[in-house]
C-alpha cells in the first residue's frame, strides 16, 4: 500500500509540475554498474564524444527492426552491450513500472531511447544544452505522443558541473524557448532520479569543473512513429 500512495502522490506531482524529483532511486551497487558502464561506452567511443556525438553515449547500434520492437530480441542484444548490461536493463525495467504510473492510462509503455550523456571536464559551452522540450525533436505527428525521460545523476550535479535546469512557470511552457527563461536548477546527489514530461521546457549547463559529469537517462512512450510511418527511436514493449 505504501508504493501505491507514493506512485499516486508522484503521478499526482508530475501532472501539475512537468517533473518529479526522486531521491536515492538506485543503491550503490546499481550506481556503481551504470557508472562502469558509462565508463565503458566512453572508452569504447571511436569519434570525439563532445563534438561529434553532442555528448551522448547509447548502449545499442544497428539494431533490426525486429530488435528495437521486441522485448526479448532487445534484452538479448541489450544484455551483450557492455560487461554490466544486465545490471543496467534489470534498473531500466525498474523505471518502466514508475513510467506506467506517469504516462496516460490508454499508452501502452514502451523503452522510446536509452542513453548516457556524459559531460567531460573544462568543456565550457561546448557542453551545454539550450532551452528545448524532448517533444520539439520529433515532427508534428510524433509530438502528440506523450514520452516521460528518466534523467538519473551518476554524479553529484551542481550548477557548475553540468546539471539541468526545469522552467517552473506555466507562462514559460506556452512560449517558444527562449534564452531569457531563468529556471530552477537542480542540485542533487549521485543517485537522484529527475523524470520529467516530454514537454516540459529545460536546459542543462556547461561543465565548467574538473571531473566527468554522467548522466543515464532512459525515456518510454507509447509507439512513436514519422509521418511516413517508420519508428523514430525504439518501440520495445516494456508492460507483459
Known amino acids: ?3 501505491e500512495t507514493h506512485l499516486v502522490s508522484n503521478a499526482a506531482s508530475f501532472a501539475q509540475r512537468g517533473y518529479i524529483i526522486i531521491e536515492n532511486a538506485v543503491d550503490l551497487a546499481e550506481l556503481h554498474s551504470l557508472r562502469a558502464e558509462s565508463d565503458e561506452l566512453f572508452n569504447q ?53 514508475i513510467a506506467r504510473s506517469l504516462l496516460p492510462s490508454d499508452v501502452s509503455v514502451h523503452l522510446f531511447n536509452e542513453q548516457y550523456i556524459v559531460k567531460p571536464p ?7 544544452f539550450a532551452w528545448h522540450r524532448d517533444s520539439d525533436f520529433m515532427d508534428a505527428h510524433g509530438r502528440d505522443m506523450p514520452t516521460v525521460a528518466f534523467w538519473l545523476a551518476l554524479d553529484d550535479v551542481k550548477e557548475t558541473n553540468g546539471t539541468i535546469f526545469v522552467s517552473t512557470s506555466s507562462a514559460e511552457q506556452s512560449a517558444p524557448p527562449a534564452a531569457s527563461i531563468i529556471g530552477v536548477p537542480v542540485v542533487a546527489r549521485a ?24 548522466v543515464y537517462m532512459p525515456q518510454f512512450s507509447g509507439v512513436v512513429r514519422r509521418v511516413d510511418g517508420e519508428l523514430v527511436a525504439l518501440a520495445v514493449p516494456m508492460e507483459k
Not at 76 to 92: G, K, P, Y
Not at 201 to 206: F, K, V
Open 1 to 3: 500500500m505504501g508504493d
Open 45 to 97: 567511443a571511436e569519434a570525439d564524444v563532445v563534438a561529434d556525438l553532442g555528448c551522448i553515449l547509447e548502449p545499442h547500434s544497428q539494431l533490426s527492426n525486429a530488435e528495437r520492437t521486441s522485448f526479448e530480441l532487445y534484452t538479448c542484444a541489450r544484455t551483450e552491450a557492455t560487461t554490466t548490461a544486465e545490471d543496467v536493463w534489470r534498473i531500466t525495467q525498474r523505471f518502466a513500472t
Open 191 to 214: 543517485g537522484t532520479l529527475v523524470v520529467i514530461d516530454g514537454k516540459l521546457l529545460h536546459r542543462s549547463a556547461p561543465n565548467n569543473s574538473d571531473k566527468f559529469r554522467r
Open 122 to 128: 573544462h568543456q565550457a559551452q561546448s557542453t551545454a
